[in-house]
């Protein structure tokens, strides 16, 4: 693929995109307007293009742009799945669109009545009794969730309690949220039989601490791609100590339909419906994380939240005086919301099942055909659920072929690499995560392709060290790139595509 040019090495001077006609009103000074120590006294050195130049170079930048659209994106823990057109098409409705936050209540109605009934579904499918839309991803519904717990222990006289536990597989938001919200997190370590939680540590914990336990921290199944069948004792547990269970969603994909995280004795969960509920992700958003919690800690949800009078009329009501208060201006992304709704409403509840069920199937055929060239971590647990964890060990242990050369090489066949180098618990870590949207046809090509890597780390394993091979640049400086990166053209400055310093 031939490298793009700046946009400041094309053109020519005197060159226009569009040349507008003389003004027919009389030109007030650029002086007259703008205070002196304001204005340039040099032109700015911007590019002269035409219109076609422009339309061409960034339409060439967006075709190298990877995503579920153009290829596959088996990123473990992130559920890149696809998403439907239609939800894009619902989300650009202009009634819904052009909405502007604080308009008046009456002239929002579908708004309102939308979100009204979105908390209601995502409520009987995490088994909560209200929802908050207001967060906007996970991370931020993981520091609201314990705002609440806080606010919940701090009403009853146990402010004391500062620990929050957190598996040695979390997701790293886990304990940094913990952190953000004033508690220290505690770590508890993996069964290495089973693959979740190691009960005897917890024990151990909560007979010494249990006084000063606020919450445990889990996501079930865990990161490892395993349903931790003990969570029903650890609720018990946490619950006799006094503390609360936080569930974090970010896996919910393997669960919709066949259980629910209030069944297992959750009290606070999250959804990530930029995940779960198909809402395009990555980049740095837009998301949604709305919080669900059970009937003691609803006094306790930001407000405002959405209901419905007796006419049958919608509208925001106050959330009460225990409320943490608002943690988002207006009530949320509302854009993301309403994808989510056209998702759950498409599906139904019979549609949610399946979407759990195909993502398990998917992951454990690709577990199952990739058992032969790579190490699976935890092999003595028969099933996965939505993802699974292989390894690249066999393959460093024989020829110095990593997990990230195996990433880089994906590249070159047009798919996009899995989550690598997590969990932190297993070394040269894969995690991948096909979801239900992908075809047989396209699993068994990754299948394929993965099966040629690891050839090529046992014969040739150089073009794997190497790669990528077709991409526009190859294998950078990932520790410079990511330190110093080099994001602004300067003129005379030597070309670097943004890539780190010259």
């Known amino acids: 693929m031939s490298v793009e040019p700046l946009i400041f090495e094309k053109g020519a001077p005197g060159r226009r995109a569009a040349t507008l006609p003389a003004l027919d009103v009389p030109a007030e000074p650029l002086e007259n307007l703008v205070p002196p120590h304001l204005l340039r006294q040099e032109p700015a050195p911007l590019p002269e293009v035409s219109e076609i130049e422009i339309v061409r170079h960034y339409t060439h930048l967006s075709q190298r742009n990877f995503g579920v659209d153009t290829g596959f994106y088996p990123l473990g823990s992130c559920t890149m799945k696809y998403n439907p057109k239609l939800n894009e098409d619902m989300a650009a409705l202009p009634g819904f669109a052009a909405l502007h936050p604080l308009q008046p209540e009456s002239t929002v109605q579908g708004a309102i009545q939308l979100q009204y009934e979105l908390e209601q579904y995502l409520a009987e499918i995490a088994g909560m009794a209200r929802v908050t839309l207001q967060p906007s991803a996970g991370a931020h519904g993981e520091l609201t969730g314990l705002m609440l717990i806080k606010a919940y222990h701090e009403h009853r006289g146990e402010g004391h309690r500062n620990l929050v536990l957190i598996p040695d597989n979390a997701h790293g938001t886990n304990p940094a949220s913990a952190t953000l919200a004033g508690y220290r997190a505690v770590e508890i370590k993996t069964d290495p039989a089973t693959g979740g939680l190691d009960m005897d540590r917890l024990r151990s914990l909560l007979e010494s601490q249990g006084k000063q336990v606020a919450a445990i921290m889990l996501t079930n199944p865990n990161t490892l791609g395993i349903f931790d069948r003990n969570a029903v004792e650890i609720a018990r547990l946490v619950h006799e100590a006094g503390g609360q269970l936080y569930y974090d969603g970010a896996n919910a994909n393997a669960v919709l339909g066949i259980t629910r995280p209030g069944d297992m004795g959750f009290d606070v969960v999250h959804f990530n419906l930029h995940k779960t509920c198909s809402t395009p992700h990555g980049g740095g958003g837009p998301g949604a994380g709305p919080i669900g919690v ?155 392709v993965m099966r040629q890597i690891a050839h090529e780390a046992r014969t040739n394993p150089e073009i794997v060290k190497t790669a990528p091979h077709t991409t526009p640049v190859g294998r950078l400086d990932q520790a410079l790139a990511a330190r110093r990166p080099n994001l602004r053209w300067r003129p005379g400055q030597e070309r670097t595509h943004g890539l780190g310093q010259p």
């Not at 199937?361 to 028969?382: T, W």
Request: proline fraction near 7%; charged fraction near 20%; hydrophobic fraction near 40%.
């Open 294 to 448: 059970k009937e003691h800690l609803v006094p306790f949800l930001p407000g405002p939240l959405p209901a419905k009078d007796e006419q049958g009329n919608y509208y925001w009501a106050d959330p009460g005086p225990l409320s943490i208060g608002k943690v988002r201006a207006n009530t949320g992304n509302f854009g993301v919301l309403v994808r989510a709704y056209a998702y759950i409403r498409t599906y139904g509840p019979d549609g949610l099942l399946r979407v759990a069920q195909s993502a398990i199937l998917n992951a454990n055929y690709l577990r199952h055909e990739l058992a032969s060239d790579y190490e699976i971590a935890f092999p003595q647990v028969r099933l996965c659920q939505h993802e699974f964890v292989a390894t690249a060990q066999r393959q460093k242990q024989e020829s110095g072929v990593t997990a990230n050369d195996i990433a880089k090489r994906l590249l070159d066949f047009g798919m996009y690499a899995p989550t690598i180098y997590f969990p932190l618990i297993v070394h040269e870590a894969l995690m991948i995560e096909p979801t239900e949207t992908e075809t047989r046809e396209t699993l068994d090509y990754f299948v394929k």
